[in-house]
T-cell receptor, first 116, second 115 residues
């Protein structure tokens, strides 16, 4: 069975602070994909990043960066110099290949509030 | 339209009523997914289509839930004899390639409230 745990239910920071959202996953598969999505109040899930299990390189995109550590089954997301517009619910998700292809398991999300 | 469109955005149903939720995926996207998102939780997979073929329906919670995509484009999720535990946001997503290995685009969801 696959599982995604986002232990932080809510995080509140002041604008310009850096913030890291944690994601820990469990899977028996050796090949899998990890994702981060942002869900603003409007409701749609906005894709942020996809990472496959063979690529442990950290990635940076503007103020966003991701740290994938296969040894600890973690895929953490850092926002540098947070802004009010970053306020949203962030979801980490896992997709296995093979018989479960097409299915993604989501964590329960972390609600990030960035105060001015 | 440019994105995934779901209708209606909000639906209130009396317990026992049947409902139908519609998803218009991005044109040309072959993969389509339905998810159920309860309040305060992450989306949970319901079912997946590749064109008109329903390849995985293991997430459908009961035989009251039925999904179809007869022409490989628009999809409908039908819930029969709704119950209060069916209250949730139902999200639809589509992608152009292999399932969830490429970017998936989500609609804004249909919020279903069963009273």
């Amino acid at each position: 069975a696959q599982k995604v745990t986002q232990a932080q239910t809510e995080i509140s920071v002041v604008e310009k602070e850096d913030v890291t959202l944690d994601c820990v996953y469990e899977t028996r598969d050796t090949t899998y994909y990890l994702f981060w999505y942002k869900q603003p109040p409007s409701g749609e899930l906005v894709f942020l990043i996809r990472r496959n299990s063979f690529d442990e390189q950290n990635e940076i995109s503007g103020r966003y960066s991701w740290n994938f550590q296969k040894s600890t089954s973690s895929f953490n997301f850092t926002i540098t110099a947070s802004q009010v517009v970053d306020s949203a619910v962030y979801f980490c998700a896992l997709s296995e290949l093979g018989t479960n292809a097409g299915k993604s398991t989501f964590g329960d999300g972390t609600t990030l509030t960035v105060k001015p | 339209g440019a994105g995934v469109s779901q209708s209606p955005r909000y639906k209130v149903a009396k317990r026992g009523q049947d409902v139908a939720l519609r998803c218009d995926p991005i044109s040309g996207h072959v993969s389509l997914f339905w998810y159920q998102q309860a309040l305060g939780q992450g989306p949970e997979f319901l079912t997946y289509f590749q064109n008109e073929a329903q390849l995985d329906k293991s997430g459908l919670p009961s035989d009251r839930f039925f999904a179809e995509r007869p022409e490989g484009s628009v999809s409908t999720l039908k819930i029969q004899r709704t119950q209060q535990e069916d209250s949730a946001v139902y999200l639809c997503a589509s992608s152009s390639g292999r399932p969830m290995n490429t970017e998936a685009f989500f609609g804004q969801g249909t919020r279903l409230t069963v009273v």
